[in-house]
C-alpha cells in the first residue's frame, strides 16, 4: 500500500489515457429538475441542523443525476499542483463545486462547496498523503488523512471540526474516519476558503484555466 485510496482515484482520474488537456472543458448534462426544498422540513432555529439538511439535498441531486455538471482541468507547474474543478448545477444555480488536486504522487486532496442562493453554507476539506515509517526494521508506508469541516451561516463560520487518522495493511478509510472523532477548532481559514470559493466562481466561465490560482 502506497497510496491512499484518494490519491489513487485522483491520479486515475488525472493521468489516465484519456485525461484531457489543462484548457480543455467537459461538459456532461443531466436532467435539469429544479428541485425545491420543503421549507417544513429546513431547520429555522439551528442553524448547523439546517445546513444539514440542505447538505442531505444537494448530495441527494448529486446522487439522483439531478445537476448539469461541467468538469475543467488546471495545472500549476510551479507550484506543483494539477487538478481538476467541477460545477454542479441546478438550472442556473450553482449547487455544488468540487476542487480535486495533487501534488503529483506523495498528496491528494478533494474540496466541496456547497452552495444555497449564491452562498456558501458548508465546505468540505479531504486530504490525504503518504509516508515512510520503520517496522520491525522494514520500511513501509503508511496513509495519512485530514479532514475538515466549515459550517458558514451568511459568510460567517458557526462552527469548524477537524480530524487526522492514518491507515496501515489497507485498513477501511471510511470506517478508520467514523471511529474518530471531530475536535472543534477555532482558526477555520474562513477569509482563505471565501477568497477560494470567489476564485472557483469567477474562473466558472473562463475557456483556459492554466493556474487557477494565478
Request: aromatic share 12%; net charge negative.
Amino acid at each position: 500500500m502506497k497510496y491512499a485510496s484518494l490519491i489513487i482515484g485522483i491520479l486515475a482520474m488525472l493521468f489516465s489515457c484519456s485525461n484531457p488537456s489543462p484548457e480543455q472543458e467537459t461538459v456532461k448534462d443531466k436532467r435539469s429538475e429544479n428541485v425545491k426544498i420543503d421549507q417544513n422540513d429546513v431547520s429555522e432555529t439551528d442553524p448547523i441542523e439546517k445546513i444539514r439538511q440542505l447538505y442531505k439535498v444537494v448530495i441527494g441531486q448529486k446522487q439522483d443525476s439531478i445537476l448539469t455538471i461541467k468538469t475543467k482541468y488546471y495545472n500549476c507547474p510551479d507550484y506543483p499542483e494539477e487538478g481538476s474543478v467541477t460545477y454542479y448545477h441546478n438550472n442556473n444555480d450553482i449547487r455544488l463545486i468540487e476542487l480535486n488536486y495533487s501534488d503529483g504522487g506523495h498528496s491528494g486532496a478533494q474540496e466541496q462547496f456547497f452552495v444555497e442562493n449564491g452562498k456558501l453554507f458548508f465546505h468540505f476539506f479531504d486530504m490525504s498523503y503518504w509516508t515512510f515509517v520503520d517496522s520491525e526494521g522494514e520500511q513501509k508506508t503508511k496513509d495519512v488523512f485530514i479532514q475538515e469541516r466549515t459550517y458558514f451561516d451568511n459568510g460567517k463560520v458557526i462552527k469548524c471540526l477537524s480530524k487526522e487518522f492514518s491507515s496501515n495493511d489497507g485498513e477501511n478509510v471510511q470506517d478508520l474516519s467514523q471511529k474518530t472523532p471531530n475536535k472543534e477548532i477555532v482558526d477555520c481559514g474562513r477569509d482563505e476558503l471565501l477568497r477560494k470559493f470567489k476564485t472557483l466562481i469567477q474562473k466558472e466561465s473562463a475557456s483556459n484555466l492554466g493556474c487557477i490560482w494565478e
